[in-house]
T-cell receptor
Framework: ETGVTQTPRHLVMGMTNKKSLKCEQHLGHNAMYWYKQSAKKPLELMFVYNFKEQTENNSVPSRFSPECPNSSHLFLHLHTLQPEDSALYLC???????????????FGPGTRLTVL | GQSLEQPSEVTAVEGAIVQINCTYQTSGFYGLSWYQQHDGGAPTFLSYNALDGLEETGRFSSFLSRSDSYGYLLLQELQMKDSASYFCAVLLDSNYQLIWGAGTKLIIKP
């Protein structure tokens, strides 16, 4: 596997279900991100991890719970979601958060989530 | 608040040149970047402008004018494979986060 992988690619869940999204990066990067992408809207940054430590939580509801056990893996645990949470959830990584040069973000293919 | 505006859709003909504009309202930022996303695919990095002026990478060029709060992506010799959505994003200097535009869907006709 190369780059950034995400599983599952598609997920349908009821509002009472609990599920988890998984992201793995094979690039040796130190920073990882969760984004929400809804149609015709800007990407919304949800969480940022740098060296396994959460550095940002952009007012995300508690029904979304991130976990970063190491620099290569990132999870998003989901519970009691709402239909408006249906979207494409993208994981990304970058070499670092800060630096003297731009840190390009590498994205996974995303998980298409549908909440019924 | 901080926001970026870009057209929702642009149509062009194969072989032609197209410019996708991005205007922004933001406090301090390091630079403007552009990403491409094909339907069903992941966003991929195209370019980054830290300084005012034009950056050229093959058929693609990107421009930034901080005084005008404006940038654009220029695509030359359009090919059908360039049909995709293009996103501009600014890198904030307060927290090193990217703030994104809503994307421009580029439709290319033969």
């Amino acid at each position: 596997e190369t780059g950034v992988t995400q599983t599952p690619r598609h997920l349908v869940m009821g509002m009472t279900n609990k599920k988890s999204l998984k992201c793995e990066q094979h690039l040796g990067h130190n920073a990882m991100y969760w984004y929400k992408q809804s149609a015709k809207k800007p990407l919304e940054l949800m969480f940022v991890y740098n060296f396994k430590e959460q550095t940002e939580n952009n007012s995300v509801p508690s029904r979304f719970s991130p976990e970063c056990p190491n620099s290569s893996h990132l999870f998003l645990h989901l519970h009691t979601l709402q239909p408006e949470d249906s979207a494409l959830y993208l994981c990304a990584s970058s070499q670092d958060l800060v630096g003297s040069s731009y840190n390009e973000q590498f994205f996974g293919p995303g998980t298409r989530l549908t909440v019924l | 608040g901080q926001s970026l505006e870009q057209p929702s859709e642009v149509t062009a003909v194969e072989g032609a040149i197209v410019q996708i504009n991005c205007t922004y309202q933001t406090s301090g930022f390091y630079g403007l970047s552009w990403y491409q996303q094909h339907d069903g695919g992941a966003p991929t990095f195209l370019s980054y402008n830290a300084l005012d002026g034009l950056e050229e990478t093959g058929r693609f060029s990107s421009f930034l004018s901080r005084s005008d709060s404006y940038g654009y992506l220029l695509l030359q010799e359009l090919q059908m494979k360039d049909s995709a959505s293009y996103f501009c994003a600014v890198l904030l200097d307060s927290n090193y986060q990217l703030i994104w535009g809503a994307g421009t869907k580029l439709i290319i006709k033969p």
